[in-house]
């Protein structure tokens, strides 16, 4: 129970990382300058992982947009 509740706070924490990282990238840049390269480095997360939890730029850009958590930006 105790290791998968790590588990469970590990990968919010790097969707919180990847969702922190896009804001800025967004704010910085518009949609299309932007790439997901940009928040793989910011984010310290590999690409793959933000595939794993965002399908594409374009829905990490909506969810990004959308999440009430994180200040909107220039988006």
Same mark, same amino acid.
């Given at each position: 129970?105790?290791?998968?509740?790590?588990?469970?706070?590990?990968l919010h924490d790097?969707?919180?990382?990847?969702?922190?990282?896009? /804001?800025?990238?967004?704010?910085?840049?518009s949609y299309f300058e932007a790439?997901?390269?940009?928040?793989?480095?910011?984010?310290?997360? /590999? /690409?793959?992982?933000? +595939? +794993? +939890?965002?399908?594409? /730029?374009?829905?990490?850009?909506?969810?990004?947009?959308?999440?009430?958590?994180?200040?909107?930006?220039?988006?």
């Amino acid at each position: 129970m105790v290791q998968e509740r790590c588990q469970v706070m590990v990968l919010h924490d790097k969707k919180r990382k990847i969702m922190e990282a896009a /804001k800025q990238v967004f704010a910085e840049k518009s949609y299309f300058e932007a790439t997901l390269e940009n928040i793989s480095q910011i984010s310290g997360v /590999k /690409k793959s992982t933000i +595939y +794993y +939890y965002f399908g594409s /730029k374009l829905d990490l850009m909506i969810t990004a947009r959308t999440d009430d958590r994180f200040p909107t930006g220039r988006l």
